[in-house]
C-alpha cells in the first residue's frame, strides 16, 4: 500500500533544503521500491503570501491525509511586523496542534567526523547520542488565558498561563520511557517542580508513569541545573523527558554541543506514530537563495521518517549511514567546513547522499 508525504518547503532556505531532502527520498523509492506519493503545501510565509493565511485549509487537509510530513522551515523578517495570527510560525503551531502532534523527538548526536565543530572540548562531546522528548501541544505556549491587558493607570500587563493536564504529562512521559527502552534505559525528567505547581504534578505523574517501565532508570533535575549540566557533561543523559518551553530552550542548547544547526533532524509525532518531520534550524534568511544552507538535518529527518512513520528502520539506518559516508569523504557545507575539508553546495551535498546511498 502507498504511503503519502506531504512535502511543506516554507520559507527562506525550506525550498532549497527540502528539494534536496525530496532527491533522497526520490532515490529511495527507485532503488529500495518504496511505494510513496510526495505531494507539496504551502505553509508560512510563502503561504500568506498566496493564500492571506499561514496554514490554508487545503494545507491542513493534505496533511491530515498523509501518513508524514516533511517540513523545511518557516519565518522571515518580511513577516515579522504582521498580526501574530497571521505571522508563519502560527503555521507552524497550528499544524502541530490541529495534527495533534503532541511529542517532539530531537536527538543531538555529534558525528565523529564534526567533533571540532563543537564549541565544546572534544572529551566532553565526543561519541556524544541523547535524545530529548519535548511536549509539543500544551504548557505555557498554549494555555489560556493569555494576552497583553492595560491596567488601572494606564500600565500594560503580558500574561501566559502555564497548565498541563494529567493526561498530557503521562501519554508525553509513555514516549520517553518506551523510546528509552530501546536506547540505554535512562529518562532524566527535567521540571522545575522547586517553584511551579504544573511541574510538580509533572514530576509526580512521570514517577507513576515510570513503574509501568521498571528497567528503566529514572532521575529528576530541575532545568537550571540541567542547562549547567548540559554544557558541563552532556554525555551523562540518555533521554531527556521534557515540558514544552523547557524542551524548546534545553534542545537548542544541546543542538550546539553538535557544532552545527545545519545537522540536527526532529520528528514531532501524534498518538498512532503519524509525524511531521523537519530540521530543528531555521529559515536562515541571511543565507536564502545562496545555495549553501546544509541540507543534511532535513535529510536525517527523512531517516526520522523512515524509523517512526514508514516502518522501514533498516532504510533508516541506511540513510543515516549514507550521510556517514559523505562526511567521511569530507565533504562540507559552509555552516560545518574546516580547512582540509571540501566545500559543497546544498545541491552537492544533497547528490553526494543520493550517491552514497547506491553504495
Ligand atoms: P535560524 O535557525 O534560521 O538561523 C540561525 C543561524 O543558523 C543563522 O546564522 C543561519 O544562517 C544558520 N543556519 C540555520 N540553518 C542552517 C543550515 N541548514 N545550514 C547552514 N546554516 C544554517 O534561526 P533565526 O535566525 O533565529 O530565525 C530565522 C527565522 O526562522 C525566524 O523568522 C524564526 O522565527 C524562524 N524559525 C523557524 C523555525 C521553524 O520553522 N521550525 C525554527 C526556528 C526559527
Known sequence: MNKRIVVLAGDGIGSEITAEAVKVLQALQVQWALDLVIESGLIGGAAYEATGTPLPEQTLALAQAADAILLGAV????????????????????IRSALGLFANLRPAILYPQLVEASTLKPELVADLDLMIVRELTGGIYFGQPRGIRCLEGGEREGFNTLVYRESEIRRIARVAFTIAMKRNRRVCSIDKANVLEASELWREVVAEEAKEFPEVKLSHMYVDNAAMQLVRAPKQFDVILTTNMFGDILSDCAAMLTGSIGMLPSASLDEKGKGMYEPIHGSAPDIAGQGVANPLATILSVAMMLRY???????????????????????????????????????????????????
Open 309 to 359: 512513520s514508514l516502518h522501514e528502520p533498516d532504510h533508516a539506518l541506511r540513510l543515516e549511514k549514507a550521510v556517514g559516508t559523505v562526511l567521511d569523504q569530507g565533504l562540507r557545507t559552509a555552516d560545518i567546513y574546516a580547512p582540509g575539508t571540501v566545500r559543497v553546495s546544498t545541491k552537492e551535498m544533497g547528490d553526494a547522499v543520493v550517491t552514497a546511498l547506491k553504495d
Open 75 to 94: 519565518g522571515g523578517p518580511k513577516w515579522e511586523g504582521l498580526e501574530i495570527h497571521l505571522r508563519p510560525e502560527k503555521g507552524l503551531l497550528g
